[in-house]
């Protein structure tokens, strides 16, 4: 009995270094931390919406590379110097880091040291989608912050607008994510902007001989290049990656997709596969309701990506730079 009394002690200490993340993992460390990031984010979201979608789609970036730990707020390491992940082409877009930083501000201020930057950036994503009128998901805490950040891995292993479907289906299964999240996280995409390099090649030089994506739907590739994108490289003018509903969480940025309306390459691609354009049309088939189940599931699976937990990294006191 004793011996089996000491395996028991011996998985608990175990299981408090290598855990998996938990719910409420800040009840009794920091019992105010959830609620003041959701507080500020009910403050301050509905009178910057777009803030939503910048949010959510840092949150993806951050845990496509080495998973969610924080390291697409670095802005210097010792090993990358400022080579970091926030500079890499896919990140250059990326808003709201100072917005994260004044979460960190107010939960530091509450309970110094205790809660990761990577635990806010999950709390603020979904808590920024929820108060939009989006999906609610649930958000295990415990996460720490990684101490690496690397540029060239953000630029390799982030899915980018112009990957093609096998790219696109390798990238989310390096990091355990099926073709039904694929089509999922793809979603987000009903909200928020794009810029126009980041889609311009359909419209100018799909093939490096001055043509356009035949993909594309002609009437509003016109459009774009008429009165968005006028020329490729324009950095300034946004566009609505779901045209007329872009503010809203909901299923057109789906129906635009089959319409050949997609603005990416990536979203014109999820319908040459079979499976990824069956989930499509369930999802058009199906309610509102059910997309946003769906969706959360999927956002679970991804915010639980390689977290650092128990011993591994650290709890960043400033979340651009690593603890010295």
Not at 49 to 78: E, K, Q, W, Y
Not at 255 to 266: D, I, Q, Y
């Amino acid at each position: 009995m004793r011996g089996f009394c000491s395996i028991l002690v011996v998985l608990a200490i175990l299981g408090s270094v290598h855990g998996d993340l938990q719910m409420g993992f800040y009840a009794s460390s920091c019992p105010k931390a959830e609620k003041i990031v959701q507080d500020y984010v009910n403050e301050h979201i509905p009178n910057a919406p777009s803030l939503a979608a910048a949010l959510i789609r840092m949150h993806f970036h951050d845990c496509f590379v080495r998973g969610c730990d924080g390291s697409v707020l670095l802005n210097f390491t010792a090993s990358s110097g400022n080579q970091t992940e926030r500079v890499a082409v896919p990140n250059q877009t990326v808003r709201g880091f100072g917005f994260i930083d004044a979460l960190k501000s107010l939960v530091e201020a509450e309970c110094p040291g205790v809660v990761s930057c990577a635990d806010i950036v999950a709390l603020a994503a979904r808590d920024s989608i929820v108060i939009t009128g989006g999906p609610s998901w649930k958000v295990p805490t415990g996460r720490r912050d990684g101490r690496m950040s690397n540029a060239s891995e953000a630029l390799s292993q982030i899915p980018a607008p112009f990957d093609n479907i096998t790219i696109l289906i390798q990238k989310f299964a390096n990091k355990s994510l099926d073709l039904k999240d694929l089509v999922l996280l793809s979603g987000a995409h009903t909200i928020g902007i794009a810029h126009c390099p980041s889609f311009s090649n359909r419209l100018y030089n799909f093939t490096g001989v001055g043509d356009r994506d035949p993909a594309l739907d002609s009437e509003y590739a016109n459009n774009l290049q008429s009165r968005k994108c006028r020329t490729p490289n324009d950095t300034t003018t946004r566009v609505e990656m779901d045209p007329g509903s872009r503010k809203t969480f909901d299923l057109s940025y789906y129906s635009l997709v089959l319409k050949r309306r997609g603005l990416f390459e990536s979203d014109s691609e999820l319908t040459r596969n079979s499976n990824t354009l069956t989930y499509i049309n369930q999802l058009l088939q199906g309610s509102i309701g059910n997309f946003f189940s769906e969706f959360a599931t999927s956002m679970e699976k991804m915010g639980a990506i390689e977290p650092k937990t128990g011993t591994s990294g650290e709890i960043r006191r400033n979340c651009a730079v690593v603890n010295s």
